[in-house]
Nanobody
């Protein structure tokens, strides 16, 4: 069973920074993608950033140039460095791990979520 444990959320003023961490444990293939999604109150969950096991990254347009995703393969940990935070970044941030199965489908695992609140 795969477990994802997030940390690093909190309250910060606009323009400030936070760093989220997510440690994955359990059994999963080396070929995988880890990422961060967020869900603001009353809105759908959306992709913030993702990084493959090969190091390729993908960002939402709204965070490009402000957020940086990285991963430590040895620790099975993914990080999200968030700079120049805006009130609209306020949301619950969820860590995600996904990998392809032998039958062609994708398997998803989610963390419990961590609250990020940006005050104006």
């Amino acid at each position: 069973q795969v477990q994802l444990v997030e940390s690093g959320g909190g309250l910060v003023q606009a323009g400030g920074s936070l760093r989220l961490s997510c440690a994955a444990s359990g059994s999963f293939p080396a070929l995988n993608t880890m990422g961060w999604y967020r869900q603001a109150t009353g809105k759908r969950r959306e992709l913030v950033a993702a990084i493959t096991s090969a190091g390729s990254t993908n960002y939402a347009d709204s965070v490009k140039g402000r957020f940086t995703i990285s991963r430590d393969a040895a620790k099975n940990t993914v990080y999200l460095q968030m700079n120049s935070l805006k009130p609209e970044d306020t949301a619950v941030y969820y860590c995600n791990l996904k990998f392809p199965t032998s039958w062609g489908a994708w398997r998803d695992y989610w963390g419990q979520g961590t609250q990020v609140t940006v005050s104006s």
